[in-house]
C-alpha cells in the first residue's frame, strides 16, 4: 500500500506520519552516532558488512538538507561503534563503545564549525549497549557491557556526569541487566522502553517490555504501562512535550517496522503510521514535527543505507 495512502487512512485512528525516503548514505551502517550540527544531519562510526565480514567505521558522514546530498566530514581519532551518545544543538559527543580491539571509554565530540572531532574525557565504566541522556546541563548514563555479544556482562548501573565532569553512580536500574533499551527525556524526567537482557538458560537474549521514569532530582524510579510487546533495540524520540515516537525494533517475530506514539499524560501507547521496512537501531532525531532515521540493522548481517524523513501530525489534528 502507498506511504501517503496509508497515512491517510491512519488519520481516523490516531496520529499520522508520512515517510519518505531521502538520499540514502554511501554504505548501510548501525551502531554509530546521529545528531543535527548547524543545520547538517551527521552519522558518525558504527558497524557494517561486506562480503560477510563486519567491519568498524571510523567515518563522519555529513548530510545537506538542501541539496539532499551527503559529505565527509572529521574521522573519528578511533572507530566506534555501540557506544552511547549525546546529540545537542551544536554538538555531537560519543561516549565510549567497542571496535575490533575491544571496548573503549574514550569520549569524543564534536562540535559546530570545528574540523576535529576533540577528546571530552573517559568513562567510570564500559559502555557497549549503554544508553545517555543529556537533562539540565547533566548527563546520565544506562547501563552498559564489555562485549556485544555477550549479554552475561550488562551492568545495570546508572552514572551521573556533573558539568565538572565527574562522574558518580546514582542508581540502579529497576529491570535489572538489561541493553538497547529505547531511552529518552522529556521534560524533567528520562523514560525507557524495552531492552533486553540474558535468556534464563543464559544462550541467547530475552526481550523485554518493561517501561520505567527516572526521576534524575530524586533518583527514583516509576514502573509505566508496559510497551505492547517484548522488544529490544527500539528506537525513540521526544516529539513535543508530551509524545515520544517509539518505533522499529526486534520483537519474537522478527524485525518490526510498527511504529507507536507515547502519551506521558495518560500513559497511553498509539500506533501510528508504519516505518517504510523492518529495522531496529535506527538512530532517530526529531525537530519542529519532522523525524528522520538513519540506517539501522534490517536483517541479521546486513545494515540500511537509508534515511527517512517523516512529517508529524499530531493526534488531536489527525482526528479532525
Sequence with gaps: MNILIASALMASFGPVLTWHDKHSMPEGRSGGAAGLIANKLVYAGGTTWRNDAKHWLNETLLYDFERDTWSSGPPLPEPLAYGPYLAADDSLEILGGMN?????????????????????????????????????????????????????????????????????????????????????AVGDYIYLFGGCSVSSDGGGARNRDEAYRFNPHTNQWTALRPFPTAIRGLSAVSIDKRHVLLAGGYTASGFSAAVYLYDIEDGQYSPASSLPFPVMGMEMLARDGTVWGLGGEDKNRSRTPRLIEGIFTPPDNAQK
Design 100 to 184: 575490533e580491539s575491544g571496548p573503549s571509554r574514550n569520549c569524543w565530540r564534536l562540535k559546530a564549525g570545528e574540523r576535529a572531532w576533540r577528546e571530552s574525557g573517559a568513562l567510570p565504566a564500559d559502555s557497549v549497549l549503554a544508553k545517555a541522556v543529556s537533562l539540565h546541563g547533566r548527563t546520565y548514563l544506562f547501563g552498559g557491557s564489555s562485549t556485544a555479544t555477550d549479554l552475561k556482562h550488562l551492568s545495570s548501573s546508572v552514572f551521573r556526569r556533573d558539568e565538572s565532569g565527574r562522574w558518580t553512580k546514582i542508581s540502579e536500574m529497576p529491570q535489572g541487566r538489561i541493553a538497547m533499551p529505547a531511552t529518552v
